[in-house]
Nanobody
Framework: QVQLVESGGGLVQAGGSLRLSCAASGRTFSSYAMAWFRQAPGKEREFVAAINWNGLTTYYGDSVKGRFTISRDNIKNTVYLQMNSMKPEDTAVYYC???????????????????WGQGTQVTVSP
């Protein structure tokens, strides 16, 4: 069982930056691939970024590629999402998710993730 708690959301102006954190409980954090998804009002949940268990594989959604960076610290049991050059269309609730496995690939599909956080709101003003 893994419990995930996101933090770091808030209000930022377009062009600004935010860093989200997702703290995981449990002693097996390094056995999970981690991902960020987001959901804007009236839209479906969208894949943002994923990272494999050791941090050597990362994958990004097309809308954030080159602006967002996912990373993890397996000592602190935390995954991060650094968001730069933010746009109003980045406004959404951001969710952290965990997928058990120590492979070299990561998934962009919600159904592959076993555990989810409660989400943190990110709002980007024009």
């Amino acid at each position: 069982q893994v419990q995930l708690v996101e933090s770091g959301g808030g209000l930022v102006q377009a062009g600004g930056s935010l860093r989200l954190s997702c703290a995981a409980s449990g002693r097996t954090f390094s056995s999970y691939a981690m991902a960020w998804f987001r959901q804007a009002p009236g839209k479906e949940r969208e894949f943002v970024a994923a990272i494999n268990w050791n941090g050597l594989t990362t994958y990004y959604g097309d809308s954030v590629k080159g602006r967002f960076t996912i990373s993890r610290d397996n000592i602190k049991n935390t995954v991060y999402l650094q968001m730069n050059s933010m746009k109003p269309e980045d406004t959404a609730v951001y969710y952290c998710a965990a997928d058990y496995g120590v492979g070299w690939t990561v998934s962009d599909k919600q159904g592959d993730y076993d555990y989810w956080g409660q989400g943190t709101q990110v709002t980007v003003s024009p």
